[in-house]
């Protein structure tokens, strides 16, 4: 299935959590945190402006950005859960 988001809406896959501690020891599943950090798969055509323009989004396909921990709307797409955040829910974009 392909996803068009609309408006400012992004669809990110999120990244897997971290299994392992920086000191090496091993999480349980329950113990993992939700990952806060995923690629960007879709993008819609920006925020619909007073005049009539569309602003642009500013990220692009391929970016790897962080979000909130419990923001925008998880759903499960053949089999794999992705996001669907507003642009605004996007924290930051990784760079390098």
Known sequence: ?????????????????????????????SAQEKPQRG???????GRLLESGERCAVS????????????GGTDIEVDGEEIKILREGDILAKVVG
């Not at 299935?1 to 999480?27: F, H, K, Q, S, Y």
């Not at 690629?39 to 055509?45: C, E, N, R, T, W």
Request: hydrophobic residues 45%.
């Open 39 to 45: 690629k960007v798969i879709a993008v819609g055509p």
């Open 1 to 29: 299935m392909t996803l068009n988001p609309l408006d400012d809406r992004v669809v990110v896959r999120p990244l897997d959590a971290e299994e392992t501690t920086a000191g090496g020891i091993v999480l349980p599943d």
């Open 59 to 70: 990220v692009i396909v391929d970016d790897e950005v962080l979000f909130g921990k419990y």
